[in-house]
């Protein structure tokens, strides 16, 4: 009599094992699969005008309005409305000199 109760926990055992091993599997191969993809990627160094530029933001948004990288600037300004640092601006500045490069306050059009 019980012998049944030995044999239905080892067949359990069994298949939880079989169904265990099967996905230990499935997951090492898919991660070899990864790897062979990831074998394309160059690890050459990235050229230093690319990072230059990916230093330099486009635009930069402060709580006192948007800043828009330019060139050169139009105007002149004073003194009190540039600011060579962005958590300095304030709603009086129109031009931030920051990151290598001139940012002009760019005014809303109403």
């Known amino acids: 009599m019980k012998l049944k109760p030995i044999t239905w926990m080892l067949a359990i055992l069994t298949v939880s094992a079989v169904a265990f091993t099967g996905c230990i599997i499935n997951n090492v191969n898919a991660e070899?699969?990864?790897?062979?993809?990831?074998e394309s990627v160059t690890y050459e160094p990235v050229p230093a005008d690319v990072v230059e530029q990916l230093n330099q933001p486009d635009r930069i948004k402060t709580k006192?309005?948007?800043?828009v990288k330019t060139l050169q600037p139009e105007k002149h300004f004073s003194q009190n409305e540039v600011v060579y640092d962005v958590s300095e601006a304030?709603?009086?500045?129109?031009?931030?000199i920051a990151y290598d490069a001139t940012y002009v306050k760019e005014e809303d059009n109403k």
């Open 32 to 38: 070899a699969d990864i790897l062979r993809k990831s």
């Open 90 to 96: 304030t709603d009086k500045t129109k031009v931030i």
């Open 64 to 67: 006192d309005g948007l800043f």
